[in-house]
Structures are given as C-alpha cells and as structure tokens.
C-alpha cells in the first residue's frame, strides 16, 4: 500500500489558513509591516530603558501650555548640580511616592535645594528638592502622544476582539467592513473614556459680590470656546488658562460653564473628513472586490 500526495501542477504553494479560509496578500503585508514596526519600537524603548530613560503622560494641566494633558514625557537622568531655574523636572517625593510631578525650576537655595512649581499652578510646590527626589529632565515633550499610550490598551484589547469574531466571515466584504466599523467603534470607546478632544478644568474661584471669576484651563486636544452663563466668553487651545466672570447665580451660589468645540472651517473639514474615514474604507474595499470579481 502506498501513499501519495497531491501536488499542484501551477508551482504555487497554497496559502496558510486563517480560521478555515486562505489568508490574502493585504492581511499577510498588514501583519509583517505591524511585526517590523513593533520590533522598532521595542528596540527603540529598550536602548532607551537601559541607559535610564522613564517616560511618563501628563495627566494634570498644571504645566499649562508647556506641557498639556495627554503630553508624553521622556526623561533621562539629571544631576541637581546642573539644574538651573526654568528647567522642567520630573520628581517623586517621600509623601506621595507613587506619583510622578513634571514641575519647573523656580528657585534653587544656596545649599542645593530646588523648588518647583507648575506654570498654572498659584504657589511653589510644598517640598525642597534634592538629587535622591529626582526622577530626571525631559528630553522630549510630545503633545497628545500620551493620549495615544492611554488608549493603548482598550485599542488593543477592542482590535484582537474585533479581529478574532470576524475571522469566521469567509466573504472579504463582509470581514473587512465589520473590521473598520469595530475599529471605529474601538475609538469612539476610548475617545468616551478618556475624553482627550474636549475637557476644561476649573482651577481656582474668586467670590466677589452677585459674582464669580473662574480661572479655566483647556485639558483637550481641541481648541475650545467657554461660555459662561450670564458672563464672559473665553477662546482656549490645549493647556490654555483663561478666566470667566459669571454674574447669574444660583440661589445656591452656583454657576455653569460650557464648552464647545471652537475649530476654524478648514478644522471643520478636517474633523469631518476624519469621521468619513470609515465610511470611505468601506466603500472602497467593496469598489476593489467587485472590480476582482468582474
């Protein structure tokens, strides 16, 4: 008894399987082109880790416009010798250990001792600071990148999921559409839980007779405009202070701020061209079957 296997006579080898199906050419160069990019960066963090780098994300606007929420912070050691008064550092202190404050230099006492103090922020920070408190000075402040390594997660988690159930489809159509709209879906999640487009922060209040002055800061990656109920309009970008004074009260004291997305047309158009993003992968992907198909 022998046995023999089929050979086939074009001289192409089968393509590899993906849950039943062949796997296309896109999917296979999606894949590679994610692998060699990934490589890249982990390469990259692991030069940086070794020689002592930390990189963290601004989750406060106490830097104000210098470095906005969502900023991604990449320190490299310091010595305090070297430090002078306006450069930025990053500290920990003995109270709050688990924290990370990115602060600037605003003093430095005769013996060494270095105050800091965030730019929006009305008094110096609480602590002297010495070598042993220092975590080290950006090298690098990205805006909005640090949006990016919060999402991180969700992004990943939403895009093996969507991956994973639509893997079953064996219509190119049908898979690759629900793939955009999960991705779509995946972002629109993490934008929601996140809310790096639009937040606006209060950060102190002034009382005065019948009225209130607000300080704001703009914590969003958008440009917005604050409306003060019964007060001032103030226009603010990314980590931006402005102040409102609201003279309509409640009868409890209160007051009410909105904000609003503030683009100019062309932002307009970029922000509407971006949410027909999906809606044009679609048709395009369906446009390139038929067009295979014919």
């Given amino acids: 008894m022998s046995l023999t296997s089929a050979i086939p006579l074009s001289g192409t080898l089968p393509r590899p399987l993906l849950g039943g199906r062949a796997v296309s050419r896109s999917e296979t160069v999606l894949a590679w082109s994610v692998a060699a990019i990934a490589a890249l960066l982990l390469t990259a963090a692991a030069l940086f880790l070794s020689n002592g780098g930390r990189w963290f994300v601004v989750e406060t606007p106490s830097m104000g416009e210098a470095a906005p929420v969502g900023t991604l912070v990449l320190d490299m ?121 639009v937040n606006v922060t209060t950060i102190s209040n002034t009382s005065a007779k019948g009225s209130v002055e607000a300080t704001v800061v703009s914590a969003g990656m ?53 949410c027909l993003v999906p809606l044009l992968l679609c048709l395009a992907v369906g446009r390139v079957e038929t067009v295979r198909a014919a």
């Fill in 77 to 197: 050691p310091v010595q305090a010798s070297s430090l002078e008064i306006g450069d930025i550092v990053s500290y920990r202190t003995a109270v709050n250990p688990d924290v990370t404050y990115t602060h600037r230099v605003v003093a430095i006492d005769a013996d060494g001792g270095i105050h800091a103090r965030g730019d929006v922020n009305g008094a110096v920070d609480p602590w002297t600071l010495t070598q042993e408190n220092l975590v080290g000075s950006p090298i690098l402040l990205v805006p909005h990148l640090g949006w990016l390594f919060r999402a991180a997660p969700i992004l990943l988690v939403g895009t093996l999921l969507i991956w994973a159930l639509t893997s079953v489809f064996t219509d190119r159509i049908t898979r690759s559409s629900l793939r955009i709209a999960g991705g779509s879906l995946t972002v629109a999640y993490a934008a929601f839980v996140l809310k790096p487009f």
């Fill in 222 to 274: 958008f440009p917005v405009r604050i409306d003060a109920v019964g007060g001032n309009t103030v226009h603010l970008v990314d980590g931006q202070v402005g102040r409102v004074t609201i003279h309509e009260l409640t009868h409890n004291g209160h007051y009410q701020l909105m904000s609003n997305i503030d683009l100019d047309p062309m932002g307009w158009a970029a922000l509407i061209a971006a």
